[in-house]
């Protein structure tokens, strides 16, 4: 009988950047309809929601029901994301293990088209997803784009004031 074994996936600041800042702004827009497709108006890219949760519930049951992962140090593996309509390669590391939970580590993200065994044999992937980025941006697009808004707003209430105020002048 095989022992219960718990599989949890978190991810690398790293690799949330690569999802968020390297792919979508290579492959925006996957359909111009599409409702979840807003953009910055400052940088004109989208702000599209990172799958976290997508990606964290399908890896661990797929780990769970294929053996031969369950015992690597490190695997990689294709995961097609519909938001993008693109396959993408989830670098994958065994984290520690407690009790029965096995922790896993999605180290660095890339769509499928831009891996190759090469890349991987030479070590480029390997450096690519172990490099750590310093000054990753710490705040949430959400709060971003609140702040933006808010800011929008009194800019809008400043102009209307200060039309008002040249048309009591000139009247």
Sequence with gaps: MEDLVIHKVAFTEESVFDYEHGIITRTYPAEENDTDWRLDDKNDIPLVRFPKGEIKEELEEYIQHHSRYKHSYYFRVRWFCEKLNRELMLFVKRGVRISIMQNW??????????????????????????????????TDWVQEERIRKEMAEEERLKDEKERRRHERLFA
């Design 105 to 138: 580590t999605v180290m660095g993200i890339c769509t499928a088209a831009d891996w190759t065994e090469d890349l991987e044999e030479d070590g480029h992937m390997r450096a690519w997803y172990e490099t750590k980025i310093n000054n990753l941006p710490d």
